[in-house]
């Protein structure tokens, strides 16, 4: 009933930037929190950053200072920009939402995108 589509993954280089993407779609009522999660080769899913529709944040301690998520309630989209990238900050990042659909209005569902590989490497 719900779909998030990622997009802006791919390769940089070390100091280099880039921005993500996420768009819901589908029979959609009211969404609460939008965030990123990043999992790395041989590690667990992690938290980067989420937002509220109220607009408070939770960043993850490793990402604050260079990552900032902005959100477009009005479009359903949630976007992530990140500079000053590092090798460590290479992963999949999945997109995250908490949604209340038109056929269950109170109830919030998690929903997850398909993930995009970000890659940074000389």
């Known amino acids: 009933q719900v779909q998030l589509v990622e997009s802006g993954g791919g390769l940089v280089q070390p100091g280099g930037s880039l921005r993500l993407s996420c768009a819901a779609s589908?029979?959609?009522?009211?969404?609460?929190?939008m965030g990123w999660y990043r999992q790395a080769p041989g590690k667990q899913r992690e938290l980067v950053v989420a937002?509220?529709?109220?607009?408070?944040?939770n960043y993850a301690d490793s990402v604050k200072g260079r990552f900032t998520i902005s959100r477009d309630n009005a479009k359903n989209t949630v976007y992530l920009q990140m500079n000053s990238l590092k090798p460590e900050d290479t992963a999949v990042y999945y997109c995250?939402?908490?949604?209340?659909?038109?056929?269950?209005?109170?109830?919030?569902?998690?929903?997850w995108g398909q993930g995009t590989l970000v890659t940074v490497s000389s």
């Open positions: 995250n939402a908490e949604v209340a659909t038109w056929q269950n209005r109170y109830r919030y569902l998690e929903v």
């Open positions: 937002a509220t529709s109220g607009g408070r944040t």
């Open positions: 589908g029979s959609i009522f009211n969404i609460h929190a």
